[in-house]
């Protein structure tokens, strides 16, 4: 955990890397995101922002002043040669990095900036946000945000985590695959087989056992079948060994990255528990996630909820009565100035 902070303080149901979707969320700076587009126009590869965003593995939130950043240090980005070019590396920006983004307009707050230790007043909402969301990783180069246990030391080897992560998560399915597709393909074959005969499907099975039987009466051949399966099964079991140790490191690389808040208050509450959804969440479902998530604390109503909801800047209702955290940005309409 960045700054010391210790697993306890992350709220039931809200632990630092999740089962299911997302895995975590992430607070993205400006410096992180610039650096990502341009290294994507000149290389052509998918940064790991993007990638980790796949299959909604995370969720991604910005300070509304990102946007603008972005547009006005894109110049900043050309090579010599001009290449790439300011167009390139906006239309990479709008058609990928607005896609996954969701940004949050922060509750303005005079004192934020001493109470979260942050002298550069330009990342006060990138801090506020990260304070708010409860558990997230603070992707930023910026040392006014590394300094105070914001963002971590190198956010590329946090960066490098998270792919491993969702890496060792595709290879245990394809293992699983590799075992679940032979079982289905017989169950398959006897449910074709019986729909072709006209007869109930445990008749082909009790012949396909039968057959079974019948070729295994050989002893050599049970001594060389089952010496087979212990090599496969070894095999197996050494993958997913292997699998399973590169998981947990790259979990540990992850949770040292994140930074973990102490707030507690029912925005702090609502704002971690909308984090981690998807989409829009009707008013007395959110109430049902907050008592899930914060099972030891006072119980709010929906009106209090609602209270919450309507006053956060940070809250919008994306359909009637149901909220969301942030929202999504269109690319502007052509307008947007961006600084030479």
């Known amino acids: 955990m960045t700054d010391g902070q210790t697993d306890s303080l992350a709220p039931v149901g809200l632990k630092p890397l999740r089962y299911g979707r997302p895995r975590f969320t992430g ?40 946007f603008g950043e972005v547009y006005e240090h894109l110049s ?65 180069d910026d040392r006014h945000l590394r300094d105070p246990g914001f963002a971590p030391k190198d ?70 079948v089952g010496e087979a399966l212990g090599t496969i099964g070894r095999a197996f079991a050494e993958q997913l060994a292997r699998i399973e140790a590169d998981e947990h490191l790259a979990m540990a690389i992850l949770q040292e990255a994140m930074y973990v808040a102490s707030g507690d208050s029912l925005r702090h509450q609502l704002a971690s528990v909308l984090a981690v959804q998807l989409e829009p969440v009707a008013e007395d479902e959110v109430l049902s996630l907050l008592i899930a998530a914060y099972p030891g604390a006072d119980t709010p109503n929906v009106e209090d909820v609602r209270v919450e909801l309507v006053a956060g800047s940070e809250f919008v209702e994306g359909e009637p009565f149901c909220w969301q955290l942030g929202r999504a940005v269109d690319p502007p309409d052509g307008s947007f100035e961006v600084m030479p």
């Open 155 to 224: 956010w590329q080897v946090a960066a490098r985590g998270a792919i491993e992560l969702i890496d060792c998560e595709r290879e245990k399915i394809a293992l699983g695959m590799a075992v679940y597709l032979p079982a289905r393909a017989a169950v398959w074959a006897v449910q074709a087989s019986a729909r072709r005969l006209s007869v109930t499907p445990w008749i082909p099975a009790a012949a396909l056992l039968a057959g079974a039987v019948l070729v295994m009466r050989a002893p050599a051949r049970r001594r060389t």
């Open 27 to 66: 607070v993205v700076d400006a410096n992180v995101l610039l650096s990502s587009i341009a290294n994507g126009c000149s290389t052509g590869w998918r940064s790991r922002l993007l990638r980790m965003t796949d299959e909604d593995h995370a969720v991604l939130y910005a300070a509304d002043h990102v």
């Open 76 to 140: 900043k980005f050309v090579g010599r040669d001009g290449t790439p070019s300011v167009e390139e590396l906006r239309q990479l920006f709008e058609e990928e990095y607005l896609a996954i983004l969701r940004f949050v307009t922060v509750t303005p707050d005079d004192g934020a900036a001493e109470a979260l230790g942050v002298t550069d007043p330009d990342d006060v909402p990138t801090a506020q946000l990260a304070e708010l969301l409860g558990v997230s990783v603070v992707f930023s």
